[in-house]
């Protein structure tokens, strides 16, 4: 009987690992430009890969610069979570500085932004017209690292609803709103200069389930080993 049990705890086990993974839809931890991130040295902006790092420099303290990967491809009718590690290195610590996604162009696009004086905003950009989802809100150094140190940003669509978390804190929900294109990327909304670490999009498991349910047969409970 003991033999049994330590048989069904394993077979549990085992379940539950397989049903706790999420299927990685895309994956960028630097090492090469495989995956043709934007990289630049212009009077602008500056962007290049060096040392598992993307770093990106926003030179003019004017407007905003955006830099682009426009190879991401999912369905972001699914559910789907967007992680990426952010440190800003120098540069104007009042003004945003974070991550895009669903974007067309430069005149529309999403953007999850943060402040090295611990601020955040979230905002799309729609045919050039400015539209907060979350106007600039203080959340302070104690969610929102300051300079020289790394942030975690998370964003999270589950059916109908978007959350957003730094530092795994939950700061906010919203609605979801269509993609206005499969862009995906960084925005500096100042003179600054930040290192991006890595960006990750995962499906959650749950909903491959749905599409091909694992089958899993039992043992007797009846039946002695």
Not at 104 to 115: E, P, R
Not at 143 to 167: A, W
Request: glycine share 6%.
């Amino acid at each position: 009987m003991k033999r049994y049990c330590t048989l069904f705890y394993f077979l549990l086990l085992s379940i539950t690992s397989l049903f706790a993974q999420d299927k990685i839809l895309f994956q960028e931890d630097f090492n090469n430009n495989n995956q043709n991130w934007l990289v630049a040295n212009e009077a602008e902006a500056t962007a290049r890969i060096a040392n598992g790092k993307y770093i990106i420099e926003h030179i003019s303290p004017n407007g905003a610069q955006v830099f682009f990967n426009n190879n991401v491809r999912f369905n972001p009718n699914q559910n789907f979570e967007i992680t990426t590690h952010l440190k800003q290195l120098a540069g104007n610590q009042q003004y945003g500085y974070g991550l895009v996604w669903g974007a067309k162009d430069g005149n529309n696009f999403f953007a999850f932004t943060i402040s090295s004086d611990g601020k955040c905003n979230i905002y799309r950009f729609e045919e050039g017209e400015f539209i907060n989802i979350r106007p600039w809100v203080r959340l302070g150094n104690e969610i929102v690292k300051p300079l020289g140190d790394v942030n975690l940003l998370r964003i999270k669509k589950q059916e109908n609803r978007m959350s957003f978390f730094i530092n795994n804190e939950l700061i906010h929900t919203a609605d979801y709103h269509p993609f206005m294109g499969n862009q995906l990327g960084f925005v500096l909304n100042s003179k600054m200069k930040v290192v991006v670490g890595d960006v990750m999009i995962k499906r959650p498991l749950e909903d491959e389930e749905k599409e091909a349910k694992p089958k899993v047969t039992w043992v007797n409970p009846s039946h002695e080993l």
